[in-house]
Structure formats: C-alpha cells, structure tokens
C-alpha cells in the first residue's frame, strides 16, 4: 500500500524556519489535501517527501520508488521547443509505456487537437495541462500536485478533479497544495492547514467544518483558516 507520512519534520533555511514539528499522514488511496497561503510551507513539505530536500529533523517515509511517483510541480520543467505530444514522448521509455497510452492522456486533459504545438507558444492554462498529463501518464501509485488547477477554466478544472478522482479510485494516493476552497471540500478526504509552518489544524472538510461552524457551506473552510489565525488564505 502507497502511504505518505512525516513525523516532527522541521526545516530552516538559514535563521529562516519553514516548518516546524510537522506530523501527517497521507493514506493509501486517498486524497490528502494542505491549506494554506504562499510561505506557509507546502512546497517545502512536498520537496522533502519527494526526496528533493532533506528535513533537518524528523521522520519521513514514502514507501515507493521514485519512478511510482508522479510530480506536478511550479517549475514545470517542459521542453520549450518540443511540441505537446514529444515532450510527453520523452518519458515513454522511462515508463514503458505506450503511445495509446500517450494519446488517452492528452485526450484526458483536452490537448489532442493541441499536441502538435510547441510547449512555448502553449498558454498557461494549457502548459497547466500538458504538466500533469505528463505526472499521470505512468499511473502513478503516489501523485505530488502542487496547485494542480490554479491557471485553468473552471470548465477545464471540472475535468482535471475528474481525472484526479479517478486516479484515486484507481488506487493513487494523490497529495495536493491548494488554496481553493471549493476545490478542497469537494476532492480531499483529508486536508492539513498550515500557518508558517505548522499545522494548525488536520481532519476531514466535514470534520473541520462541523468543528468550528455548525453551517457546512464551502466557504467553512476559509471561514476557520480566518478564525485561527485572523488572516487570509492569499495573505502571505
């Protein structure tokens, strides 16, 4: 089974700490979310699971190979002059996987009429896309997706928390930063929220909410992010 877990991890860069005591876990085949604004810590979280980063202290454990992972992260790391379809052709033999296979994921994330265009006249939105079809073109038993949807339409978002869901149903244990609240309520089963690095509060979106508010709306979240720490999710 893919778990994702970190124990007491903390972390400084210089005098500057970014986490603190961080504990979590992330269960196999679930959707495992964490809130909170720019600096509180969530990239540096997912760079120290995928082995980017050392903690300075602390236990983690990510119990998969590296080529069982699959990473959408803001460096996007595509080939500028490639076009769609061969930057996605590069990780083919890395994976072992098939061209259907190739052509079924640029479908999923709406690019095939797209997979002929180099990557650098693509917009955001849609480098957005060719990014994580290319995190899940391997079918990745553990998924690192850090603000998988924040450049895209909410028609284009609806599919990719489609293909997200799926993935998870299919066995992923997906692990997404997000400070869309909307998206976290209705995809994560488990959510962190973090405040310069610490959590400062973790359960299910219905836990949270009930805890703190006894009118579950999709706000709640934002509402309680507020209430513990008297900022704003788009604050730092």
Do not use: W
């Not at 778990?3 to 269960?27: I, R, Y």
């Amino acid at each position: 089974m893919s778990t994702v877990m970190m124990k007491n991890v903390s972390k400084s860069f210089g005098d500057n700490q970014v986490l603190k005591d961080v504990s979590l876990h992330a269960k196999f085949g679930e959707i495992f979310g964490m809130l909170g604004p720019s600096g509180a810590g969530k990239t540096t979280i997912i760079n120290i699971l995928t082995r980017q980063l050392d903690a300075d202290s602390g236990d983690v454990h990510v119990n998969v190979g590296s080529k069982q992972i699959g990473l959408m992260l803001a460096d996007d790391g595509l080939f500028p002059r490639l076009t769609c379809l061969d930057n996605l052709i590069v990780f083919e033999d890395i994976y072992k996987i098939k061209r259907s296979r190739t052509l079924e994921i640029l479908d999923q994330v709406g690019l095939t009429k797209a997979m002929k265009i180099p990557a650098s006249k693509l917009s955001a939105g849609m480098r957005q896309r060719l990014v994580l079809a290319r995190a899940v073109m391997h079918q990745p038993k553990i998924l690192f997706l850090d603000e998988p949807t924040s450049s895209l339409d909410p028609m284009t978002a609806r599919g990719i928390h489609r293909l997200i869901k799926e993935l998870r149903d299919n066995g992923s244990t997906i692990f997404l930063t997000t400070h869309n609240m909307e998206e976290a309520t209705s995809l994560c089963d488990q959510v962190v929220m973090l405040h310069k690095g610490n959590i400062i509060e973790q359960g299910s979106p219905e836990e949270i909410c009930t805890k703190y508010n006894s009118v579950k709306t999709v706000m709640d979240l934002e509402s309680v992010f507020v209430q513990l720490t008297g900022e704003g999710l788009e604050n730092e």
